[in-house]
């Protein structure tokens, strides 16, 4: 199986960025399809972003399109999310997540498909 650890979470004002990195062990990173969600308090876990498994097909939350970015390098078994012009709708606790799923462009968005887990990171945007 595969380990994740997220990293890269914080404080930050409304507008800013954060970069989040989740690096992974324990089986060839490149078999695995990688996903972003997260989960705000009372809320249900939310799909974020997803990128296959060389960074070919990425697909986003409609709530983060064009603010958001996954990218994956493989080299080093470490996927990103960077997160721009934050609003205090994203704070939350980030959650990195991986699915064996090689060779393929189509990327997972719900969180039943992924079968490993991080422990997760809090981001907080103050308004």
């Known amino acids: 199986q595969v380990q994740l650890v997220e990293s890269g979470g914080g404080l930050v004002q409304a507008g800013g960025s954060l970069r989040l990195s989740c690096a992974a062990s324990?089986?060839?990173?490149?078999?695995?399809?990688m996903g972003w969600f997260r989960q705000a308090p009372g809320r249900e876990r939310e799909f974020v972003a997803a990128v296959n498994w060389n960074g070919g097909s990425t697909d986003y939350g409609d709530s983060v399109k064009g603010r958001f970015t996954i990218s994956r390098d493989n080299a080093k078994s470490t996927v990103y999310l960077q997160m721009n012009s934050l609003k205090p709708e994203d704070t939350a606790v980030y959650y990195c997540a991986a699915k064996a799923e090689a060779l393929s462009y189509v990327v997972a968005v719900a969180s039943r498909d992924y079968a490993y887990w991080g422990q997760g990171t809090q981001v907080t945007v103050s308004s």
């Open positions: 324990g089986r060839t990173f490149s078999n695995y399809m």
